[in-house]
């Protein structure tokens, strides 16, 4: 049995950064190279780190056979919000980035982890408790590019064998990092506003309720899905993933438990629009049953927590 070496595309987002260093508890630090476009701020000379713009398929290649890659979590994407600003430059890096990813765990045979995301429903998706298997009808470019992206997985599955695994991520909830662009970022903005006694600004409108997980969640799912026996796998585009759901007035109410002088004014932005397109709860039994999903965070310990991490 080969050792594990895993790449991490993208790891100084919100996801990469707090998944890199939970990988490299389980497999060591030396054994998980973190990459992305920028050298992070905090690094050390133990920490294994390439710069790779993920357009560049050649040096994918080099670092790939440089540290004898066998797993790579592709994180590299340009959100929703931001992806609207300038669409083609977000289906450059959202497919192509992907393309050249896929190429590799075909020509290498790597396992693959491709994050998707609620953005693939559309309008026409059931609102509550969206199912497994539905039109997939994006309203964004971010969207688009990850319908599109789950497709390519369960292709180069079928065609190529390559063992992809990904996840429909909610909004991520968590306290390392601010987000970077997405329709969900107010359910993490808020916290750092409340904690510091300063009113928020939310750009969605109170009532506006959408998916969310919180990142400890977020992180096991992840790590689960990978760990999960092939045969398990049933689906090779991309599983529903929830945890919880509420509006901002609901994760205002809770947050003003811990600061009852706390305020949020609500102006809705060109965000507001993306949000109504996507589905207020998911339907995600298919991943409990085939792989024993279940989430541990709800908005109560969810909210506890964040304050608990960022009022220090």
Known sequence: ???????????????????????????????????????????????????????????????????????????????????????????????????????????????????????????????????????????????????????????????????VRSLRYPGIIGYESMPGGGTTDYAVEIFHYAVKNEPYTCFLKADTRLPMLYMPDAIRATLEIMETPAEKITVRNSYNLAGMSFTPAELTAEIQKHYPDFTVNYVPDFRQGIAESWAESIDDSLARTDWGWKHDYDLVGMTSDMIAHLAV
Request: net charge neutral.
């Open 1 to 163: 049995m080969r050792k594990e070496r895993i790449l991490i595309v993208g790891a100084n987002g919100q996801i990469g950064s707090v998944l890199t260093v939970a990988l490299r508890n389980i497999y060591g630090q030396e054994n998980v190279v973190a990459s992305d476009i920028r050298i992070p701020q905090e690094i050390s000379n133990s920490d294994p780190f390439e710069l790779l713009d993920i357009l560049d398929a050649q040096q994918l290649v080099r670092i790939i056979r440089k540290y004898q890659i066998t797993q790579i979590y592709h994180l590299a994407a340009i959100l929703s919000a931001k992806g609207e600003l300038d669409p083609r430059h977000a289906w450059d890096i959202n497919i192509n980035g992907l393309f050249n990813v896929l190429e590799a765990s075909r020509e290498y045979k790597l396992k693959l982890f491709f994050p998707s995301t609620i953005a693939v429903f559309g309008g026409d998706t059931p609102k509550h408790n969206a199912p497994q298997n539905t039109p997939l009808h994006p309203e964004t470019v971010y969207g688009i590019s990850k319908a599109a992206g789950e497709n390519w997985c369960q292709y180069y599955h079928q065609k190529f064998g390559v063992d």
